[in-house]
């Protein structure tokens, strides 16, 4: 009896220290196992739709219903085109359900993704692209802080929604499943907050941590203020996100004019090379983003007068599906005489135009302009030098890159009205003019963020001599290039 009593009492000894050991792994080792294990060469890069990616998102999965969260691995069909045959890809997303009857219905939504670029070929040697700062940092962030969060005494008054986003390598395809998967299944529940967490491994090394677009949420300075960061480190805070180079996650929210924290140490690790690995994280940073984020979460979740700024439509001017401005175009114009051998010459064409473009569908948008033009027209009987007002009005097919770059081309038509018109040469004066000119119109355009970049070819369908002789019959075209600013 004694001898089992001695052995329970080992058992318990050992059992105790076995708990103990296990509690005492420290958030920074478990960041640190959660870096190298996304980021080992065994799995590729985890490119979006890969097997690799699906283990990592089983991992993820894992972590958050260790941590207590009710979990959904959400997989989808990429929704535009299929770059790889292997899918599917797949979201992980973990619930904690905020405890006020009302407030649990606004989501604060904290993000990730965990898909990095994989594997290239190089001289018939593959060479993995581990991604440790992009985005493996941001993925054990979210990990980490959920259990923080999750193990607070008391619960958040808001629903707090951990996502690891896969697919934003190739167009942030995981965060706009999302949104739609949300207002599909949820549409008694709102969005509030987002907060993106890309690139986050490089703290000592930048010696900064920024978020970016704070000044989506109204008086952001009482939240910020009530938690203080380490001196050593500064604390950037940026009203508005204006790195267009780095698009992420949250543009996805900012468009559908979601509040939304863009949180990175910047680009101080090699972005998107093959030496982003696991050994260059700084993990004690890395932990002190987690405790930072812990105690500031709360605040967001639990304060009722959480309200988007007035400002925040400015912020998501990359997602606008309308646009206005002032476009410059300089060219040249010539006559085609359409009988006889005689051609016209080249003559200045300018132009000075109010400018509106609106997106019909993903695909599709309708561009027009009310333009002041200027142009020395070189007909064989003379010189003739108009002042016009002109409404070119285009139909377009466009292409988006990121959000910020815009390729469109397409066809239409124009109107010109001549309101000043002086011949210069003409001896004697015998001919009458038309006040007007149409035409058709092809037309090559690229967006750039705010700048506009254009070609435009102009082809006049009318005569613009009442009653010409047959061999004076010509028809005006005009080659011009256009610079822009949309707004
Ligand atoms: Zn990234």
Do not use: C
């Not at 203080?228 to 559908?256: N, Q």
Request: hydrophobic share 40%.
């Amino acid at each position: 009896m004694k001898k089992y009593f001695y052995s329970l009492f080992l058992f318990l000894i050992v059992l105790q220290f076995s708990t103990l050991s296990y509690g005492q792994t420290t958030q920074k080792e478990r960041l640190e196992k959660h870096v190298y294990y996304m980021a080992a060469d065994s799995l590729k890069g985890r490119k979006a739709g890969s097997k690799e990616a699906q283990k990592v998102a089983e991992y993820i999965s894992n972590q958050f219903s260790t941590i207590g969260l009710e979990t959904i691995l959400d997989k989808f069909d990429f929704p535009i085109i299929t770059l790889s045959s292997d899918g599917p890809y797949q979201n992980v997303i973990g619930v904690w359900e905020g405890s006020d009857s009302i407030l649990k219905r606004e989501l604060i939504v904290i993000g990730a993704h965990y898909d990095h670029l994989g594997t290239k070929l190089k001289k018939e040697e593959e060479i993995v692209y581990n991604g440790a700062d992009d985005n493996a940092s941001g993925t054990a962030a979210l990990i980490e802080l959920a259990r923080n969060l999750v193990q607070q005494k008391e619960l958040t008054k808001r629903t707090l929604v951990f996502v690891a986003f896969d697919a934003e390598e190739i167009g942030l395809q995981g965060s706009k499943f999302f949104i739609n998967y949300v207002k599909a299944v949820k549409p008694v529940h709102k969005m509030v907050l987002m907060i993106n967490f890309d690139m986050v491994g490089y703290l000592k090394q930048s010696g900064k941590l920024k978020i970016a677009g704070v000044g989506t949420v109204q008086n952001y300075l009482t939240y910020f203020n009530a938690v203080s960061f380490p001196e050593s480190y500064r604390l950037v805070l940026k009203k508005k996100d204006h790195s267009i180079l780095t698009g992420s996650d949250h543009d996805s929210f900012l468009a559908e004019q979601i509040p939304a924290f863009y949180v990175t140490t910047g680009l101080k690790s090699p972005y998107h090379k093959p030496e982003d690995d696991a050994h260059l994280i700084d993990y004690d940073g890395l932990s002190i983003i987690v405790d930072y984020f812990t105690e500031l979460v709360p605040l967001f979740a639990n304060d009722t007068h959480l309200k988007p700024s007035d400002g925040l439509k400015k912020t998501s001017f990359h997602d606008k599906k309308s646009y206005f401005g002032l476009t410059a175009g300089i060219g040249n114009m010539r006559y085609n005489y359409r009988y006889g051998t005689v051609d016209g010459k080249k003559g200045t064409a300018l132009q000075l135009g109010l400018y509106g473009k609106v997106s019909l569908s993903n695909s599709f948008a309708l561009k027009g302009e009310a333009a002041y033009s200027y142009t020395n027209r070189y007909r064989k009987e003379g010189i003739i030098q108009t002042h016009e007002v002109t409404f070119p009005v285009v139909l377009l097919l466009k292409s988006t890159y990121e959000n910020w770059i815009e390729m469109s081309m397409g066809a239409g038509g124009y109107y010109s009205h001549f309101f000043h018109l002086r011949e210069k040469n003409f001896d004697p004066i015998v001919k009458q003019y038309y006040p007007y000119e149409v035409g058709w119109i092809l037309d090559f355009e690229m967006r750039v963020s705010r700048m506009i970049y254009g070609l435009q070819y102009r082809y006049g369908l009318n005569e613009m001599i009442v009653a010409p002789q047959e061999e004076d019959m010509a028809r005006s075209r005009m080659f011009q290039f256009k610079i822009g600013f949309v707004f």
